[in-house]
């Protein structure tokens, strides 16, 4: 078995300001990926990352960016944080393949002041 | 785009009553369905899959059948219990050979004792 972590569990910030979200995996596996879950719309790829040093922008990729520093840790950054984009953001990881299924970690809770 | 629709958002039942959440897909091929199930607090977690037409999942007393004619993975389960209560998403996979997932919009199912 494996876990994702996410820190933090709760990030509160201003409007305008630039925030930082980590996650990081112990299952090995080569494919993480960001959503975002806002009530009602379930939840919406941001970036995802095949394997380290790649990165694949997903449906709702702007306003943000992402690093994947290393195999097992997969940032997002909130370029410009909005009142309008206060939701909770999932991490997950999975291996490759459209059969794969994704582990997902326990999600940062974003407010915007 | 492929996409995911789940007619409820919501569902309340009370225990032993028998659940249905229903869940439409559009796209091309054979794309693996999934349903997901988040508890609160909890990223979502994998309750099963399919991958060829009717093809039937199951874990835990609910279950679904793939149905390439109606398009559809519709979750049943004959008896809920209070501890079913959580938010089931359904979702399906990209088929260009990643492990990405396109979520529908998921159904809030409480089950009062």
């Known amino acids: 078995g494996g876990i994702i972590t996410q820190t933090p569990k709760f990030l509160i910030g201003q409007e305008g300001q630039k925030l930082t979200l980590k996650c990081q995996q112990n299952f090995n596996h080569d494919t993480m990926y960001w959503y975002r879950q806002d009530s009602g719309k379930g939840l919406r790829l941001i970036y995802y990352s095949i394997t380290e040093n790649d990165l694949q922008k997903g449906d709702l990729s702007e306003g943000y960016d992402a690093s994947r520093e290393k195999k097992s840790s997969f940032s997002l950054t909130v370029t410009s944080a909005q009142k309008n984009e206060m939701a909770v953001f999932l991490c997950?990881?999975?291996?490759?393949?459209?059969?794969?299924?994704?582990?997902f970690g326990p999600g940062t809770r974003l407010t915007v002041l | 785009g492929d996409s995911v629709t789940q007619t409820e958002g919501q569902v309340a039942l009370s225990e032993e009553d028998f659940l249905t959440i229903h869940c439409n897909y559009s796209a091309s091929g054979y794309p693996t369905l999934f349903w997901y199930v988040q508890y609160p607090g909890e990223g979502p977690q994998l309750l099963f899959r399919a991958s060829r037409d009717k093809e039937k999942g199951s874990s835990r007393g609910f279950e679904a059948t793939y149905d390439k004619g109606t398009t559809s993975f519709h979750l049943r389960k004959a008896s809920v219990q209070e501890s079913d209560s959580a938010v089931y998403y359904c979702?399906?996979?990209?088929?260009?050979?990643?492990?990405?997932?396109?979520f529908g919009e998921g159904t809030k199912l409480t089950v009062s004792s």
């Open positions: 979702a399906l996979s990209d088929q260009g050979g990643s492990a990405k997932l396109i």
């Open positions: 997950a990881s999975s291996t490759w393949g459209n059969y794969a299924e994704q582990f």
